[in-house]
């Protein structure tokens, strides 16, 4: 019988990323909306290794993140997860950065985190099968290695994005790679996350879709938006009228929120398959060689000490970005063209 591609992507989810071994604990959230076929798939997989796996199951909650609690026994849910090795969020609204979340990631060690939410099938396939693990592995490792050698970083695109900031090697580089053997927060592959020296940001992102307040667009055109950034922090908005408009209305009820309009961070996707708009956010966010910057709430986990927290996070998303580690462009309109980033790439689709 050929296998299904909820087999593939259990498969590679369980063995390939999480590496779960015989005898440990994997806890799936979910949701009266979430993808069950797939989550029954990784229950299967999970049984044929002996690795005991639990479902969670509640209503759909109203938001994502700590609004994402109001159908969950929140102490009960947070007990359960200090048990486990690897804990899939699989709700259809996701629990990250929730209290249950920054609960267990602070204090179960050897937590592995997956973030999927309730993505159909067919995307988790493109995203979790679509390249050679090894060579994404090998690509993100030499890219942190070299921002981490690096003073600034300058992202640029033909919409008329050029912005700089500081690099500081304190802040956490979260790499989704296929790689997720080791505790920690992983959300689909593939990408790379930098969180910029604090205060540092200085120039314009002009960016074509605004992820405010859930996966789907709050703002998408064919035009940019600029968003022109100063110590750090949204000075200005402007561009195209949609997305400037909300953008704009967005931080009017934010005004008493010190760092809603701070820069958070900047992610470059790196998925393979993926090159066009999609107007789903965790899709957009890992279009190859585009830029998606955050603003505002930066967990104290990426972000140590203390984080930078904030009651909102925007996702904006620059498509074909160039981008330089100091003086090096390392990427050029969204495809690696410096040779020993582009070996590697090139090698690197199934
Ligand atoms: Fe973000």
């Keep these: 019988m050929e296998k299904s591609k909820e087999r593939y992507v259990a498969e590679a989810m369980i063995n390939e990323y999480l590496k779960m071994k015989k005898g440990e604990y994997l806890a799936i959230t979910a949701d009266q909306d979430s993808n069950f ?53 699989a709700g259809s609204m996701g629990l990250l950065y929730s209290d249950i979340y920054e609960h267990v990631m602070e204090n179960n060690k050897k937590m592995r985190y997956m973030l999927t939410i309730h993505l159909p099938t067919d995307m988790l396939y493109d995203m979790y099968c679509s390249f050679h693990v090894e060579k994404m592995v090998e690509l993100t490792n030499l890219i942190k290695k070299r921002y981490n050698e ?3 970083i300058t992202v640029r695109n033909s919409d008329g994005m050029d912005i700089t900031f500081e690099v500081d090697t304190n802040n956490f580089i979260a790499m989704d790679n296929g790689d997720a053997s080791i505790p920690g927060m992983y959300t689909p592959p593939a990408d790379i996350n930098f969180i910029p020296k604090q205060g540092t940001a200085k120039g314009t992102i002009a960016c074509r879709v605004v992820y405010a307040a ?48 701070m820069i958070a961070h900047v992610l470059v996707g790196l998925l393979p398959g993926s090159k066009e708009i999609a107007s789903y956010c965790v899709i957009d966010e890992r279009i190859y060689g585009a830029a998606c910057w955050g603003i505002g709430h930066v967990s104290a986990l990426d972000m140590p000490p203390e984080g930078q927290p904030s009651d909102t996070h925007v996702d904006v998303i620059c498509p074909r970005i160039t981008i330089l580690f100091d003086d090096q462009v390392i990427m050029e309109n969204g495809e690696f063209t410096c040779p020993e980033f582009k070996t590697i790439a090139d090698v690197m689709v199934k």
């Design 37 to 89: 076929k797939q989550l029954e798939a990784y229950l299967e997989v999970c049984h044929e290794n002996d690795v005991a796996c639990t479902i969670l199951k509640t209503a759909t909650p109203p938001g994502q993140s700590k609004a994402a609690e109001a159908t969950v026994p929140v102490e009960a849910t947070k007990e359960f997860l200090m048990n486990v090795d690897c804990w899939i969020d």
């Design 214 to 261: 859930s996966q789907e667009p709050d703002a998408i055109s064919d035009e940019p938006a600029f968003i022109h950034i100063d110590e750090g922090r949204v000075v200005g908005i402007d561009g195209e009228k949609n997305a400037s408009e909300f953008l704009n209305n967005w931080y009017k009820k934010f005004e008493y929120d010190k760092n809603a309009r």
């Design 150 to 152: 690096s003073k600034a």
